[in-house]
Every structure is written in C-alpha cells, then in structure tokens.
T-cell receptor
Framework: GAVVSQHPSRVICKSGTSVKIECRSL??????MFWYRQFPKQSLMLMAT?????????EQGVEKDKFLINHASLTLSTLTVTSAHPEDSSFYIC??????????????FGPGTRLTVT | DAKTTQPPSMDCAEGRAANLPCNHS???????VYWYRQIHSQGPQYIIH???NNETNEMASLIITEDRKSSTLILPHATLRDTAVYYC????????????FGKGTLLTVNP
C-alpha cells in the first residue's frame, strides 16, 4: 500500500515558539494533502486541504495565520504551528491522495505527530 | 455529506469473523462509503471503499445493502492486532475528497 511519512513523530516546544511538521508521500504523487488534528479521546477533525501549488483551504474555525500550510511539491506538505500555546497540544495527522500512473491512491494517512507545548 | 451511525463498541473472539455495521440512511446516489481504522496513537489506515457493489480486498469485505442505506465491514478472521476504532465515512464524489470522521466503533478482539 501507499506510504505517507511524518516528521517528527513527537515534539515538545515552549509556549510562543513555532513548530514545523513535515508530511511526505513516499511512493506516489500527492495531488491533495490534508491536515487533521485529534485531541485525546476525540475523533479526527479536518483542519485544511491543500492542492499542490495552491493555497490551502481551511475549515471553519481554523486560523490560517496560526497554522501555515505549504504544499510546494507533489510529495511534501508542511504544517507550521506559529506562536504555539498549550491549547495547541494535540496529535496532528496528515493524509495524502494522489495518482501514480493508472493507479489512484485514496487518502492514506501518516503516523501522526504528537505536539506538546509547555 | 450523509451522516453515519455506528455502535460505539463491539467485541469479537480471535479467529472469528468481525461484522461491523454502519447505518447511512440519508446517503445520496453519488456518495461513496469508506472504511478506515485507527489503532491507538497511530494514523488511520485505509481499509476499503465502495459505491453500490460489494467489495473485497486483502483486508476485508464491504457489503452494501441494495438500498445503500447501510453497510457492513467484515474482517473474516479477526486477530488481536485488529483491535482498533473503525470509522465508516460517507463521501460525496468529487468533493475534493474530504473525509468527515465520526466517533466510530471500538472493536476489541479478545483471545
């Protein structure tokens, strides 16, 4: 199956600093990437959708100036949490959808990044 | 997107078939049914999807009723590693492929 990686898997940062999370599709070209957030004992909540080379589309209630998304290539998207605060502590998960030749890849998810803001 | 209803939890004995139901009575003709699962503290894993025909792959089978108002995910021989939260999701074709996750069903496979 398709593989999506995320880096780092865990990060601890101090309040007020920024953190960048990378999401890569390893064996297919991701025309669309998605970023989700999951709080403890809750389901995944979609934050934003990005198509390669275009600006991300954010879900209602998600601050685009706080959560910067870049999808500059067909295999890489980044999420930067700017001026992080303790309430931003969460499990951040990316997913990618794309094509490789005649194959269509449905949304495949990365392993997630655990962000803790102290 | 149509709303889905799943039981909050189910148990299954190891080696037996696990049948996970999903109700999507308001589904439209152009909406697909997707199944994902999430093992604790990991990203969701794609399992299978379908429109109106039954589907089978190496992981599971998806049975969709003729009126498409409900579906069942079947894991033919459940193992302890199948313990996870299973999400049934309905997605509109061409909707930029957004998935809306509900609360899912926690399947516990017991030895």
């Amino acid at each position: 199956g398709a593989v999506v990686s995320q880096h780092p898997s865990r990060v601890i940062c101090k309040s007020g600093t920024s953190v960048k999370i990378e999401c890569r599709s390893l064996d297919f070209q991701a025309t669309t990437m998605f970023w989700y957030r999951q709080f403890p004992k809750q389901s995944l909540m979609l934050m934003a959708t990005s198509n390669e080379g275009s600006k991300a589309t954010y879900e209602q209630g998600v601050e685009k100036d706080k959560f910067l998304i870049n999808h500059a290539s067909l295999t890489l998207s980044t999420l930067t949490v700017t001026s992080a605060h303790p309430e931003d502590s969460s499990f951040y998960i990316c997913s990618a959808r794309g094509v490789e030749g005649a194959l269509v890849y449905e949304q495949y998810f990365g392993p997630g990044t655990r962000l803790t803001v102290t | 997107d149509a709303k889905t209803t799943q039981p909050p939890s189910m148990d299954c004995a190891e080696g037996r078939a696990a049948n996970l139901p999903c109700n999507h009575s308001t589904i439209s003709g152009n909406e697909y049914v997707y199944w994902y699962r999430q093992i604790h503290s990991q990203g969701p894993q794609y399992i299978i999807h379908g429109l109106k025909n039954n589907e089978t792959n190496e992981m599971a089978s998806l049975i969709i009723t003729e009126d498409r108002k409900s579906s069942t995910l079947i894991l033919p021989h459940a193992t302890l590693r199948d313990t996870a939260v299973y999400y049934c999701i309905v997605r509109v074709a061409g909707s930029n492929y957004k998935l809306t996750f509900g609360k899912g069903t926690l399947l516990t496979v017991n030895p």
